[in-house]
């Protein structure tokens, strides 16, 4: 059972868009602590996809973003590819064990 | 800057696992750099990290089989996970966290399996 809360498979067509949503609970993310996004494709290290709730590290298409309200965040991937199937992994801190929590992980399949 | 991870890949249960990860083409300094770890076809476990002043932090889950420490002038630093067991095979990477805990560099990962 993972700290943080995500749907365990997301899919969509190209070129549409789906959302993947990170719930966690007072001690993190409703503590106002930042969430972080990563994309892992398979067989390769994660990627940072989003950090500090909505911002793209360099290189990141704008096809992704974030947003974060309350205890829960949000990553959205318009324009969906077929290169974009893989897993997404949110991330937060998290005051009570101290340390980086994640959530279980969302595999996206691109129809 | 990139992070590679080295040690064996085959550990006895009971052993102690034994990883470096040595950055390349940056400073040491100013960043935490952390350990995270994914079991065979599960999600990610983060299991702690270091500063480049040498102290640490380690998932409460761990910490008590968790040693993590840094050398900065050689560009490295190393976990030591004591009292294995099958449970800890899983891919290791390290990776460096350019703040607030997001971690924006990431080694290639090493599969360490527990096997008699």
């Known amino acids: 059972q993972s700290v943080l809360t995500q749907p365990p498979s997301v899919s969509g067509a190209p070129g549409q868009r789906v959302d993947i949503s990170c719930t966690g609970s007072?001690?993190?993310?409703?503590?106002?602590?930042?969430v972080h996004w990563y994309q892992q494709l398979p067989g390769t290290a994660p990627k940072l996809l989003i950090y500090d709730n909505k911002n793209r590290p360099s290189g990141v298409p704008a096809r992704f973003s974030g947003s974060k309200s309350g205890t829960s965040a949000t990553l959205a991937i318009t324009g969906l590819q077929a290169e974009d199937e893989g897993d997404y992994y949110c991330?937060?801190?998290?005051?009570?064990?101290?340390?980086?929590?994640f959530g279980g992980g969302t595999k996206l399949t691109v129809l | 800057v990139q992070l590679q991870e080295s040690g064996p890949g085959l550990v006895k249960p009971s052993e102690t696992l034994s990883l470096t990860c040595t950055v390349s083409?940056?400073?040491?300094?100013?960043?935490?750099w952390n350990w995270i770890r994914q079991a065979p076809g599960k999600g990610l476990e983060w299991i702690g990290n270091?500063?480049?002043?040498?102290?640490?932090s380690r998932n409460p889950a761990l910490k008590s089989r968790v040693t993590i420490s840094v050398d900065t002038s050689k560009g490295r630093f190393s976990l030591r996970l004591t009292s294995i067991t099958s449970a800890d095979t899983a891919v290791y990477f390290c990776?460096?966290?350019?703040?607030?805990?997001?971690?924006?560099?990431w080694g290639h990962g090493t599969l360490v399996t527990v096997s008699s």
């Open positions: 007072s001690s993190n993310t409703g503590a106002g602590y930042d």
């Open positions: 270091v500063y480049d002043t040498g102290s640490s």
């Open positions: 991330q937060s801190y998290d005051s009570s064990l101290r340390g980086s929590v």
């Open positions: 990776a460096r966290d350019r703040g607030a805990f997001a971690f924006d560099v």
């Open positions: 083409g940056d400073s040491m300094n100013n960043y935490y």
